[in-house]
């Protein structure tokens, strides 16, 4: 089976198209030239020049393939509105017609269990939860499903899958950040005495799972693909566990964070900077993100990495890379 990837050379695409080539499947990466792609040549991966907003380039990379995994999107707490939407949706149009015209046999769309928007008190999370989406990711990711969907209804042969909040090797943004490099590098704040919960995801299981999408997904299906929601003091406890470091933290109150995360991104509207803190963080970390993932691990046999296993890895790339500095008695701590 030859696989068209887009997104390869992210987050995902880092650990996914190495994955599918170890399993033998023949993977042709849609990369703009300007990326950094070579490690994906070194893979046996194919490269095909491009980008998914232009729909020539789309069609070109998809033509000779027998499924498509549309792994690209923009993903930040901060940005332009157009960006968001170029490549979350006009760039999903582009990719979702041409697999259309190719006349694929799987497409798996990558989104994100984010598209709920705010989750109510108490809810847990499925596939049936109501989207309201918020902010600008959130609703363009809902949109770039919505494409999918009515392209599902002209015949294309789709999955979604909605993800957790990544973590693991190759990552340094969003939850890799907040949990390991802010708290291993002194930065130990937290809201809500760390009581609340989040919805990791290990990348390598979500490889996994797309995997499984692509011989065993239902067609016009989605699914939550997340490990057990945990508090933010779960994880800071096993982080550190495993680092060799001190638990404690700082508790901070909501409303002085909310403040100067307002301002923060008020100057960054000025400066075209991303600020450190943005408004719309507040959605992931002052809410409760309990997510169920039962359809996935029934219809897909997802069976999550346990997270001390996965942090333990992912700390490990942390060291091998140099970015983190390991503990001094590795061994002994990780036993």
């Not at 650990?15 to 300007?34: H, S």
């Not at 494409?147 to 209804?153: C, D, F, I, K």
């Not at 909501?254 to 600020?275: F, H, Q």
Request: charge should be positive; hydrophobic fraction near 40%.
């Amino acid at each position: 089976m030859r696989i068209l990837v887009t997104g390869a050379t992210g987050f995902l695409g880092r650990n996914l198209c190495p994955y599918l080539a170890e399993q033998g499947y023949r993977v042709r990466a849609l990369v703009r030239p300007i990326s950094d792609w070579k490690f994906l040549a070194a893979h046996g991966v194919e490269i095909a020049f491009g980008d998914i907003q232009d729909p020539v380039s789309v069609r070109a990379a998809v033509e000779g393939c027998d499924a498509v995994i549309h792994a690209a999107g923009y993903f930040r707490f901060w940005g332009p509105r157009a960006r968001y939407w170029g490549v979350n949706v006009e760039g999903t149009r582009n990719v979702a017609e041409a697999a259309l015209a190719a006349g694929v046999r799987r497409f798996v769309h990558i989104s994100t269990v984010a598209v709920v928007g705010r989750p109510r008190p108490g809810a847990v999370i499925d596939e049936t939860y109501p989207c309201r989406p918020v902010d600008d990711y959130q609703r363009t990711k809902w949109e770039g499903e919505r494409l999918v969907q009515e392209a599902v209804g002209r015949g294309l042969p789709a999955v979604i899958l909605r993800p957790g909040a990544f973590y693991g090797p190759w990552g340094r943004y969003a939850f890799n950040r907040l949990f390991f490099e802010d708290f291993l590098r002194g930065l130990r704040l937290q809201v809500h005495g760390g009581r609340r919960y989040t919805f990791p995801i290990f990348v390598p299981d979500l490889c996994r799972v797309i995997e499984a999408a692509l011989h065993r997904g239902r067609v016009g299906e989605v699914y939550n693909v997340a490990d057990r929601s945990r508090t933010h003091g779960e994880i800071y406890e096993i982080i550190a566990r495993l680092a060799g470091v001190p638990a404690w933290r700082i508790n901070v109150p909501a409303a002085p964070m909310r403040a100067l995360a307002w301002a923060w991104t008020k100057l960054a509207d000025l400066t075209g900077r991303e600020p450190y803190y943005p408004l719309t963080l507040a959605t992931y970390v002052f809410y409760d993100w309990v997510v169920s993932s039962e359809k996935a691990r029934r219809e897909l046999g997802f069976e999550p990495t346990p997270f001390e296993e996965g942090a333990r890895r992912t700390l490990e790339w942390y060291w091998a890379q140099g970015i983190l500095r390991p503990p001094r008695r590795t061994t002994s701590n990780l036993l």
